[in-house]
C-alpha cells in the first residue's frame, strides 16, 4: 500500500491545479480570430483550410472545399478602387492605386485635393473577408496645407458589397491639433 504524506498531497493538488488553470488561460489566450476563420495577420494559402484563399486561377475562395484544389467555391477576388465620399461627414477617399498580386492585398488612396484646408493620404491593408465585406487597416498620413503639421491617424475601413464603406479611426500620434483618442466614424458611398 502506498502511503502518501499531507504535505506531498497538498504540493501534488496545487500542481494539478495550477497545470488544469494553465491549460484553460491556454485557450482563452489564443490570437483572435478574423471573421473567415484566419487570424489576423494570416498569410493567404491555397492549402489553408480555415483561411480564404486565392486558387490557380487568381480567384479568391473561401468556406469548405478551399482548402483542397477544389476551387469550385471561388468568387471575385478582392479588390478597391474608385472615389468613395462621405454621406453623414466630409470625407472623400479616391483609390489611387491597388496591389492586387501582393499577399497581403494593399491600396493607397488621397482625397482627390478635395480639401482646401488638409490633404490626406491612406494607406490599407486587408486584414479579413466577411461574406458581404473586406476589413481593412488603414494610416492616414493629413497634413494641415497652411503649416505643414502632419498627423498619422490609424483605423478600419469596412468595404461592402452595396459600394458602401464606414472609415473608423480610432486613434492618432497626437501630432498638430488632434489628441492621441481622437475618435471618428465616416460612412461612404462609392461615385
Same mark, same amino acid.
Given at each position: ?21 494553465? =491549460? ?21 494559402? +491555397? ?49 489611387? =492605386? ?5 499577399? +497581403?492585398? /494593399?491600396? =493607397? ?9 488638409? /490633404? ?7 486584414? =479579413? ?5 473586406? #476589413?481593412?487597416? #488603414?494610416?492616414?498620413? @493629413? ?31 497626437? @501630432?498638430?491639433?488632434? +489628441? ?12
Amino acid at each position: 500500500m502506498i502511503v502518501i504524506k499531507p504535505k506531498h498531497l497538498v504540493h501534488f493538488l496545487v500542481g494539478s491545479l495550477f497545470l488544469a488553470g494553465l =491549460s484553460i488561460a491556454t485557450v482563452l489566450l489564443q490570437a483572435p480570430s478574423a471573421y473567415a476563420g484566419c487570424n489576423i495577420g494570416d498569410r493567404l494559402d +491555397p492549402f489553408n483550410h480555415k483561411c480564404p484563399v486565392v486558387g490557380p486561377e487568381r480567384n479568391y475562395c473561401e468556406g469548405s472545399g478551399c482548402g483542397s484544389r477544389d476551387f469550385g467555391n471561388a468568387i471575385q477576388r478582392p479588390s478597391i478602387s474608385g472615389i468613395y465620399r462621405g454621406v453623414n461627414v466630409w470625407g472623400v477617399l479616391r483609390v489611387t =492605386s491597388f496591389n492586387s498580386g501582393g499577399n +497581403p492585398l /494593399t491600396f =493607397s488612396a488621397d482625397d482627390n485635393n478635395e480639401n482646401q484646408y488638409f /490633404t490626406h493620404f491612406t494607406n490599407g491593408t486587408l486584414v =479579413s473577408v466577411k461574406a458581404e465585406e473586406l #476589413i481593412w487597416n #488603414i494610416t492616414t498620413r @493629413r497634413t494641415n496645407r497652411s503649416n505643414g503639421c502632419t498627423t498619422m491617424m490609424s483605423g478600419t475601413l469596412t468595404q461592402r458589397s452595396n459600394n458602401t464603406a464606414r472609415a473608423v479611426y480610432t486613434s492618432t500620434d497626437s @501630432r498638430c491639433d488632434l +489628441p492621441t483618442n481622437f475618435s471618428s466614424v465616416t460612412e461612404l458611398r462609392k461615385n
